[in-house]
């Protein structure tokens, strides 16, 4: 991973594939039909692009007195307020989604313990990635979690990863950093989806990352088709 001074942060999200580095990042969606065709039957779409290590834009979406902000959203992530971290992201999403007409996603506790053992996974073994060391993917974690079932027919699922460090840790940095990439910004304004899962954990991949406050990302999404 490449290192990084204190107060900078390296952001990533992404659709089940790994991301090579902690500056690059890569999508790749599913939609799986189960029902005697397997996995081999997903349509997959791929692309991959630079992020910088700059600090990103921020979030397009101001508030007005009709949209306070999201609580705790400009705040650095500490251990205690991980918790509401995970608020503010919903928050900064679903308004996101709701300024494109597309409805709010609700949280699956299913999706969020998938998205927090990943997150936990990823800060213990010092690898950032959607396909864990041990093979597993993301389709493997929501079966795990519960969140697809045998019956399950059809489904589209998604994942967005991020980590950032200082100021830039805060859920305000990096939603916007997933907002100005098209592809990022696709899986959140997806009107597909209807599921989310999130877990923002104090801590990084990296190990060499030197900032007192810093953060990892998971959002999990998905859609039971039938």
């Known amino acids: 991973m490449t290192r990084l001074p204190p107060g900078a942060a390296a952001l990533c999200a992404a659709l089940l594939f790994a991301c090579p580095s902690s500056a690059s990042a890569h999508r790749r969606s599913e939609r799986c039909g189960r029902r005697g065709a397997g996995r081999a039957g997903c349509r997959e779409d791929r692309a991959n692009y630079a992020v910088a290590h700059s600090r990103p834009r921020s979030v397009a979406i101001t508030a007005t007195a009709e949209t306070p902000p999201c609580p705790s959203a400009a705040l650095p992530v500490t251990p205690a307020g991980a918790g509401a971290a995970q608020n503010a992201v ?3 999403v679903n308004r996101l989604r709701a300024a494109h007409r597309e409805r709010a996603l609700t949280t699956d506790a299913a ?79 997806d009107a597909s989806y209807r599921q989310t899962g999130i877990a923002v954990l104090a801590g990084v991949p990296d190990a060499e990352a030197t900032a007192k406050t810093s953060a990892t990302y998971v959002q999990e999404f998905g859609t039971v088709l039938e």
Do not use: K
């Open 90 to 92: 919903l928050c900064l």
């Open 111 to 189: 999706l969020q313990a998938a998205a927090r053992r990943h997150a936990t996974e990823m800060i213990a073994g010092h690898f950032f990635a959607h396909t864990s060391p041990d093979g597993s993917t993301m389709t493997d974690r929501d079966e795990e979690a519960g969140y697809l079932t045998p019956g399950d027919a059809a489904f589209l699922l998604g994942e967005n990863l991020a980590w950032g460090t200082g100021d830039l840790s805060s859920p305000a940095s990096i939603v916007a950093a997933w907002e100005r990439s098209p592809e990022h910004r696709a899986n959140m304004l």
